[in-house]
T-cell receptor
Framework: DQQVKQNSPSLSVQEGRISILNCDYTNSMFDYFLWYKKYPAEGPTFLISISSIKDKNEDGRFTVFLNKSAKHLSLHIVPSQPGDSAVYFCAALAGGGNKLTFGTGTQLKVEL | DTGVSQDPRHKITKRGQNVTFRCDPISEHNRLYWYRQTLGQGPEFLTYFQNEAQLEKSRLLSDRFSAERPKGSFSTLEIQRTEQGDSAMYLC?????????????FGPGTRLTVL
């Protein structure tokens, strides 16, 4: 039972363009969402998060949008850079808990 | 380097052997987590500690798995009588209690291969 879903296993974008990574969730108890980036042979690195009381959070080139009614969030990267090429994981927390529930990840490739 | 560290980075063992992994969290982080990641999947929660107390365990953590954090600093994860299905990346993370939620910072992981 996949409670956090990333339906696109891969995404290819040209350098300088916008990358949009999508994530859907099914558990209504989730109220905090995070994005992590993972390079090969390294652990996930925290990127940005958003609480369910907000619909947008921005940090530099990274913006996360949350649509609670649709149970959908997205990560926008503008402009995309070759160093952004990595696997991106969406994760969620519920009710003040500590157990992160992850999606299966999206491999982003930023091409020159 | 003040990040989360894990040791060893790679472990190859034969089925039936016991293995132990170590995690050193970011200093002064009072929460420590263990996750497991298999190929093509996201990390899956195994267990977490607040200081030395183990407060939650996943159903994934069978009786062959045991985790400790004896002094509230580093933690060990032991797998007894390893099986081929235990082959995975074992990730450790730590966080500081700050409000309701706090970001978890991950180590590089220990890749376990059971032959």
């Amino acid at each position: 039972d996949q409670q956090v879903k990333q339906n696109s296993p891969s995404l290819s974008v040209q350098e300088g363009r916008i990358s949009i990574l999508n994530c859907d969730y099914t558990n209504s108890m989730f109220d905090y969402f995070l994005w992590y980036k993972k390079y090969p042979a390294e652990g996930p690195t925290f990127l940005i998060s958003i609480s369910s009381i907000k619909d947008k959070n921005e940090d530099g080139r990274f913006t996360v949008f949350l649509n609670k009614s649709a149970k959908h969030l997205s990560l926008h990267i503008v402009p995309s850079q070759p160093g952004d090429s990595a696997v991106y994981f969406c994760a969620a927390l519920a009710g003040g808990g500590n157990k992160l529930t992850f999606g299966t990840g999206t491999q982003l490739k930023v091409e020159l | 380097d003040t990040g989360v560290s894990q040791d060893p980075r790679h472990k190859i063992t034969k089925r039936g052997q016991n293995v132990t992994f170590r995690c050193d969290p970011i200093s002064e982080h009072n929460r420590l987590y263990w996750y497991r990641q298999t190929l093509g999947q996201g990390p899956e929660f195994l267990t977490y500690f607040q200081n030395e107390a183990q407060l939650e365990k996943s159903r994934l953590l069978s009786d062959r798995f045991s985790a400790e954090r004896p002094k509230g600093s580093f933690s060990t994860l032991e797998i007894q009588r390893t099986e081929q299905g235990d082959s995975a990346m074992y990730l450790c993370a730590s966080s500081n209690q700050r409000g309701s939620y706090n970001e978890q910072f991950f180590g590089p992981g220990t890749r376990l291969t059971v032959l």
